[in-house]
């Protein structure tokens, strides 16, 4: 299969950089051979800042919001608000918030639609494994390095007595039987109803139902809720199926596979406008958070460990794992791609949802990092949904300390558990902030452990949650980055045996068939990109 990218530079209004573009990366095309000769006129210092700002403007601005809005927290911090003042105060971010969230739903099931039909069935299902094994492998790596952290740093070890957060209370999520949380993965997967799995999914809840025989019996029933939060597992299901069936259709589907091409790229125009307005948004989120927060000492004094456990395991999975990954399949720098992802990342922090990261991903692996619409629009609403590598470590982690805090000894076969109940269990976990504190429930069921000390890791999630969530968005970046390599790799091998064949065939290059590869055009509708 082979994917041919649009190498059309990007517009002038999204203010980031395309790396193919030779003079955004300080090639001359002179001397590639693009032009005339001519004498290149030095490029002064000044010139070249101001192209450098200019190309980098988004992300500079993005960086200033953040750093802006530390300041803003921290002297507004120390005067007395009222709670109706800080909620005032964390109003411009909410509205980004609102604005990426109002996009998600046209974005992810047109993207997928007109990916899906645009790829071969037998290409779509060979990228659909590909991106699912490299996200359980980080996923695995990931909850790997949080159980070996958590055994290192020990953060629920020596504390004496357990933390106590003031103004916490014991509200924690009401476990479930793990066999009840699968199947409502599965019967999240194929949505009764389409409109309604916009803004709820399925969930289990039970009753206790008295049974008066001769011994009476009180047995625990599930039923099914509905549940506030879109279920974009079954929206995404929904929309590769569809895709796949209007491909199937040949000329008739065309028509409406050119609408949703069509509504995506429209949708595409309004994430550009938004991210615009994102440092602003991520500047006063961040101002919010902070004077939101009441005692830190406290809350740092006797979590801290467990805090540092989590932030240094993800630093290490960001910062070595996943770059690692893509350098030695890729042999490129996997930082260069890091850097054009950078204001997807800030706005992860700031939002702490991947899912209204997802706009902004697109937009900058597309622009900075050379990933064609085909791959991008495919494979980022999938790894949105499914690639929790930030949750999954963190839930290891909590997972470990909540066992050492109550003085519980983990055995080998606990260890494993809880890697492949956190594993399993981050796909499908809702891709919002504190989705992954619902799923934790699961896996301290798994293995015995005690429920009600998900209170403490509620009470520094809003810090923790934001590194999970940069994480689970870079890893969806990197899976896109090896996809098109692998994408670009095999076009290339094609491409070599095509030539191979006319240049050792007897027939003279006149009498080549007229569906030579190398004349023809892909055929199927809708594919505009695509020869797979």
Not at 51 to 59: D, F, H, P, Q, T
Not at 297 to 319: P, Q, R
Not at 404 to 425: D, G, P, R, Y
Not at 506 to 513: R, V
Request: hydrophobic share 50%; aromatic share 6%; proline share 5%.
């Amino acid at each position: 299969m082979a994917e041919k990218i649009d190498m059309e530079p990007s517009k002038a209004s999204s203010g980031e950089v395309y790396q193919e573009d030779p003079l955004s990366n300080g090639l001359d095309p002179v001397s590639n051979g693009l032009g005339p000769v001519t004498t290149a006129v030095p490029e002064t210092l000044q010139q070249r800042v101001r192209r450098i700002v200019l190309a980098n403007l988004l992300v500079i601005l993005t960086v200033a919001g953040v750093i802006v809005g530390v300041i803003i927290g921290m002297a507004v911090r120390n005067t007395e608000l009222t709670r109706t003042q800080v909620i005032y105060i964390g109003f411009p971010g909410e509205l980004l918030i609102r604005l990426l969230k109002m996009i998600i739903i046209p974005l992810v099931v047109c993207s997928l639609v007109s990916g899906a039909a645009s790829i071969d069935p037998k290409a779509l299902g060979r990228l659909g494994g590909w991106a699912m094994l490299f996200f359980l492998v980080t996923t695995l790596l990931s909850s790997s390095i949080g159980v070996v952290m958590a055994f290192i740093i020990k953060p629920g070890s020596n504390t004496g007595s357990k933390p106590r957060v003031a103004g916490l209370g014991d509200d924690v999520p009401q476990p479930k039987e793990i066999i009840d949380s699968f199947l409502d993965l599965i019967r999240n997967l194929f949505p009764s109803n389409l409109v309604s799995a916009a803004f709820q999914s399925y969930g289990t809840g039970y009753k206790f139902i008295t049974t008066n025989g001769t011994n009476i019996t009180v047995e625990k029933v599930p039923i099914g809720l509905d549940q506030d939060g879109m279920n974009i597992l079954g929206l995404v299901v929904f929309a590769i199926v569809f895709g796949v069936a209007l491909r199937k259709l040949g000329e008739e589907g065309e028509i409406l596979i050119k609408f949703f091409n069509s509504f995506n790229e429209a949708t595409m125009v309004l994430v550009s406008w938004i991210m615009w307005y994102a440092p602003v948004g991520i500047m006063f989120l961040v101002a919010g958070k902070i004077v939101e927060m009441e005692d830190v000492a406290t809350l740092f004094s006797s979590l801290g460990k467990y805090i540092a456990c989590c932030m240094v395991g993800h630093a290490i999975h960001g910062l070595l794992v996943l770059p690692a990954i893509y350098a030695v399949i890729t042999r490129k720098n996997p930082y260069t791609f890091l850097w054009g992802t950078f204001t997807a990342l800030a706005t992860a922090f700031g939002t702490s949802s991947s899912s209204a990261t997802l706009p902004l991903m697109m937009k900058c692996v597309e622009e900075n990092n050379g990933v064609s619409k085909h791959i991008s629009r495919f494979i980022l609403p999938i790894g949105a949904t499914v690639n929790m590598d930030g949750a999954a470590l963190f839930q290891c982690v909590a997972a470990v300390f909540i066992a050492q805090l109550n003085n519980i000894s983990l055995n080998f076969v606990q260890v494993i558990t809880i890697l492949v109940t956190a594993t399993a269990s981050s796909v499908g976990a809702a891709g919002i902030p504190a989705g992954g504190v619902l799923t934790l429930a699961i896996i301290l069921e798994a293995v015995g452990l005690p429920t009600n000390d998900i209170s403490l890791i509620l009470a520094v999630d809003w810090l923790v949650d934001r590194t999970c969530t940069v994480i689970n968005v870079e890893g969806d970046a990197y899976g896109a980055g090896l996809l098109q390599h692998f994408v670009d790799s095999q076009a290339k091998k094609e491409e070599g045996a095509e030539l191979s064949e006319v240049r050792m065939g007897d027939q003279p290059p006149n009498a080549a068939p007229e569906s030579s590869p190398l004349m023809g055009k892909s055929g199927g509708p809708g594919e505009k990109e695509s020869a797979m």
